[in-house]
């Protein structure tokens, strides 16, 4: 019983994982955004720029040695007149001067 309880729990937590950014879209707003998929873990303000940042930690198998193996996964949006320019999985970079401030660099 308490295995298959375990299973379940792993089941939801990865689809959960997987469901993250799948209601965000070019164009929302902020506050669709936060309404979507929560409070950010932290943010960067820059001009009319703004980068959301998200951090979520997924079970990523089990590992005889130390039990249940976690991976951090980063998920970032990025908003310009409070509206999403670009959102996804990876972290945010910070760019020079005369370019839009953040840039998504995508997780492989």
């Known amino acids: 019983m308490k295995g298959s309880a375990f299973a379940l ?14 209601a965000l879209r070019e164009g929302l707003t902020k506050a ?22 998200y951090v979520d930690r997924q079970i990523n198998g ?8 976690v991976e951090r996964v980063d998920y970032s949006v990025i ?13 945010i970079m910070d760019r020079s001067s005369g370019e839009p401030p953040f840039v998504l660099l995508r997780q492989r």
């Open 62 to 69: 089990w590992l005889f040695t130390s039990g249940l193996n």
């Open 32 to 53: 669709e955004v936060l309404n979507a998929i929560g409070n950010p873990d932290g943010f960067h303000r820059s001009g009319d720029y703004e980068a959301l940042n």
């Open 9 to 22: 729990v792993c089941m939801l937590a990865l689809a959960s994982c997987a469901t993250k950014t799948a």
């Open 79 to 91: 908003l310009k007149n409070d509206r999403v320019v670009q959102y996804g999985q990876g972290r």
